[in-house]
Antibody, heavy 124, light 109 residues
Framework: EVQLVESGGGLVQPGRSLRLSCAASGFAFDDYAMHWVRQTPGKGLEWVSGISWNGGTTLYAVSVRGRFTISRDDAKNSLYLQMNGLRAEDTALYYC?????????????????WGQGVLVTVSS | QSVLTQPPSASGTPGQRVTISCSGSSSNIGVNYVYWYQQLPGTAPKLLIYRNNQRPSGVPDRFSGSKSGTSASLAISGLRSEDEADYYCAAWDDSLSGVFGGGTKLTVL
């Protein structure tokens, strides 16, 4: 059974940093591109970042480019999102998501499995 | 303001066919695939349609997707009460970023 479990969220002050983790199991993690998608409470979805199956390509939403860094550790079956310079508008539920097709480059938005999400609140 | 434009709401009666539109531009829908997601309250989104018109395993053929030019549509036939949910379209944009629509709340009357 495919499982994606996010962790690392919480309350943080504006300008500070936070690192999200996503532990994956039940599939060949190193074959698939992975993504972070966020959702503001009561609002819509926003794609945040994607990383190719081999980690060679990383892509970011304009709103987080230069502040967030996506990475993966295939030995640990884990995906990460390093978030620096956090702003109030980054407050959201952050989901880890897996591509439906193997070998993806990180720009395919077909996510067949999602985690339960982790809440990040940026406030003083 | 979302890059992809969806109507905020849609409705239909059981058994009816409803469509939800998604309007984009020449930098996203016009040149890239479209995806559709269903989100029930309190749950993570579920992939309904990928690469314009492909259904993942387990998604009923009542759900279908189409694309023409810079617009796309999700059609739901044989509407059921359990289809009441929020629906989102998504596409890759040539600004090297994924973009979602603002979502459409479907009500089954």
């Amino acid at each position: 059974e495919v499982q994606l479990v996010e962790s690392g969220g919480g309350l943080v002050q504006p300008g500070r940093s936070l690192r999200l983790s996503c532990a994956a199991s039940g599939f060949a993690f190193d074959d698939y591109a992975m993504h972070w998608v966020r959702q503001t409470p009561g609002k819509g979805l926003e794609w945040v970042s994607g990383i190719s199956w081999n980690g060679g390509t990383t892509l970011y939403a304009v709103s987080v480019r230069g502040r967030f860094t996506i990475s993966r550790d295939d030995a640990k079956n884990s995906l990460y999102l390093q978030m620096n310079g956090l702003r109030a508008e980054d407050t959201a539920l952050y989901y880890c998501a897996k591509d439906i097709l193997s070998g993806g480059g990180g720009s395919d938005l077909s996510f067949d499995y999602w985690g339960q999400g982790v809440l990040v609140t940026v406030s003083s | 303001q979302s890059v992809l434009t969806q109507p905020p709401s849609a409705s239909g009666t059981p058994g009816q066919r409803v469509t939800i539109s998604c309007s984009g531009s020449s930098s996203n829908i016009g040149v890239n695939y479209v995806y559709w997601y269903q989100q029930l309250p309190g749950t993570a989104p579920k992939l309904l349609i990928y690469r314009n018109n492909q259904r993942p395993s387990g998604v009923p053929d009542r759900f279908s997707g189409s694309k023409s030019g810079t617009s796309a549509s999700l059609a739901i036939s044989g509407l059921r009460s359990e289809d009441e949910a929020d629906y989102y379209c998504a596409a890759w944009d040539d600004s090297l970023s994924g973009v979602f629509g603002g979502g459409t709340k479907l009500t089954v009357l």
